[in-house]
């Protein structure tokens, strides 16, 4: 018997209450007298520790569902998965059936929960099961088909997997069965349909429910020789990203598209050190932030810690790279630079990245002229001319020097920049 149509004889018979309310006084002590009458004659020799069959070889089957009313709470810390459900549980009572006509044509009527026999579903893999109204009736028809369906708080423990946080999806199961009674005895069913009923969800801020599933499962356990029968309901949902990514996405994107930056601050600023310390700061705090969200221990380590850490990692390469390079750039201009690696570097690659020596090499010599006018030199003095001279070849050294520095500087920029363009895709999607 589907649950639509036992709602519907629940509201027929609040439906007969107003009716016989609505008539005389004579009239109402009446109806109220046969539901008086019926309850003592249904609990008149009923034994509720027994289960409600002819033969203890019957088995007695129940309709089991969930439905799922909200999301109350999701502890990473813990693997808690915490939620509100409706538990609802259908089955056929031979002690609690009658004739309607016997009792003023009342088909249905309210049963407390303590006074009849309940199944003893568990949640298996529940943390704890809290029955927010323990007093919860039930529905008894003359058929004596039960429905009971009391409202749960349960908290279930869930294997959380946050690698591809904030843009996970976690799938969490519930796991219903007798407690005592093997499959022979009880046989769990679905209710209409093999899923959790969403129709009652309240929406959560932070998850979306993409996908519910339901399996029926037989299980033979080492206590005993019989199989014992469960329904796991897995219940899938999706983190809603826009918080998380704003406070931990993108600024480290924005940071690590700041690390190839690096490289094309001048080095007479003297300022890339500062720019590379300031970035490690940013992105420590961040993973800081980023620990105290989520718990310290993973079963795997998430995308974005791995980001931040290679984040990190990229920041003290530059650091000590930026210190090769401004040695480069001071470097001392009586040694000349090796053949071999000014064609590699500056003349080859140099023109790849708009690098020439020349132009360090014209500065110089203008700073050299400019220096031996204010020192009162003459273009007629010999020896002059022959200080000039090796002052301007050392000065072109140096320019070479400079120029490799540079060279060096914007590779690594194309490098770094590359391979921070990768790790942000790699994080973002």
Wanted: charged share 15%.
């Amino acid at each position: 018997m589907g649950l639509q149509y036992l709602t519907g004889r629940a509201l027929f018979a609040v439906c007969l209450v107003s009716l016989a309310c609505s008539h005389g006084p004579h009239e109402n002590i009446s109806f109220l007298g046969e539901e008086q009458h019926l309850f003592t004659h249904l609990m008149e020799g009923y034994e509720k520790s027994i289960r409600p069959v002819k033969k203890s070889g019957d088995t007695l089957g129940i309709s089991f569902g969930v439905t799922l009313v909200s999301i109350a709470n999701l502890d990473f810390k813990t693997n808690h998965f915490e939620i509100v459900i409706w538990l609802k549980q259908m089955w056929q009572d031979f002690q609690l059936s009658w004739t309607p006509d016997d009792y003023h044509g009342i088909s249905g009527t309210v049963i407390p929960n303590d006074r009849i026999w309940l199944p003893d579903i568990m949640l298996f893999n529940a943390y704890k099961l809290d029955y927010m109204d323990k007093a919860f009736p039930a529905y008894v028809m003359s058929s004596g088909h039960t429905m009971w369906i009391p409202h749960v708080r349960a908290t279930a423990i869930c294997n959380f997997d946050l690698t591809h946080f904030p843009y996970d999806t976690q799938e969490c199961e519930l796991k219903f069965g007798s407690w005592t009674y093997n499959d022979n005895q009880v046989n769990l069913t679905h209710i209409d349909y093999p899923r959790v009923d969403t129709s009652s969800f309240l929406s959560h801020p932070e998850w979306n429910i993409t996908e519910t599933t339901a399996k029926k499962n037989l299980k033979k356990y080492p206590c005993c020789p019989e199989l014992y029968g469960d329904i796991t309901y897995t219940i899938t949902i999706k983190r809603l990203t826009p918080l998380y990514t704003r406070a931990f996405a993108t600024p480290c994107v924005l940071l690590a598209l700041l690390i190839p930056l690096m490289f094309l601050v001048p080095v007479e600023s003297k300022q890339k050190t500062n720019l590379g310390i300031g970035i490690f700061v940013c992105l420590s705090v961040l993973l800081l932030m980023f620990e105290m969200t989520l718990p310290s221990a993973f079963s795997a380590l998430p995308r974005i810690a791995m980001f931040y850490v290679g984040a990190m990692v990229l920041v003290t390469v530059c650091l000590i790279v930026t210190t090769i390079t401004s040695s480069i750039w001071y470097h001392s201009p009586s040694t000349p630079m090796p053949d071999c690696m000014k064609r590699f570097f500056v003349d080859c690659c140099g023109r790849i990245v708009c690098v020439s020596s020349s132009s360090h090499y014209l500065m110089n010599t203008a700073e050299v002229s400019m220096t031996h006018i204010h020192d009162g030199g003459s273009d007629g003095d010999g020896a002059d001319k022959v200080q000039m001279m090796h002052m301007s070849r050392g000065q072109g050294v140096a320019a070479e020097w400079r120029a490799l520095t540079l060279v060096i500087d914007r590779l690594l920029f194309i490098v770094f920049l590359a391979i921070s363009i990768v790790l942000s895709v790699a994080i973002m999607g």
